[in-house]
Nanobody
Framework: QLQLVESGGGLVQPGGSLRLSCAGSGDTFDYYAIGWFREAPGKEREVVSCINGDGDRTYYVDSVKGRFTISRDSAKNTVYLQMDRLEPEESDVYYC?????????????????????WGQGTQVTVSS
């Protein structure tokens, strides 16, 4: 089974940037779509962005379009989430997760229950 480890979280001022990393091991990384989710206390975990195994299909939730960029480096078995112009309300724990696919036959599969393997999460705090 694929194991995932997130890194790159921290404290950043409003309008600042962070790059999160999700490193995979234990299975063929390119077989998996990777999703980034975030969860605030008392709220449901929500999808932020996804990328398929080939890296040629991506998804962004509307609130982050134009500010976040997801990418993957097959040689490093790592998916990145570049987050620019961060806002205080985006202070959450960010998780990466793996699934066979997030889009197939015209249907998106991006609920948290569609993803099988999860990292431990990394805290992002946006505050002055």
């Amino acid at each position: 089974q694929l194991q995932l480890v997130e890194s790159g979280g921290g404290l950043v001022q409003p309008g600042g940037s962070l790059r999160l990393s999700c490193a995979g091991s234990g299975d063929t990384f390119d077989y998996y779509a990777i999703g980034w989710f975030r969860e605030a206390p008392g709220k449901e975990r929500e999808v932020v962005s996804c990328i398929n195994g080939d890296g040629d299909r991506t998804y962004y939730v509307d609130s982050v379009k134009g500010r976040f960029t997801i990418s993957r480096d097959s040689a490093k078995n790592t998916v990145y989430l570049q987050m620019d112009r961060l806002e205080p309300e985006e202070s959450d724990v960010y998780y990466c997760a793996a699934a066979p696919r997030f889009y197939y036959g015209g249907t998106f599969y991006m609920k948290s229950t569609d993803f099988d393997s999860w990292g431990q999460g990394t805290q992002v705090t946006v505050s002055s």
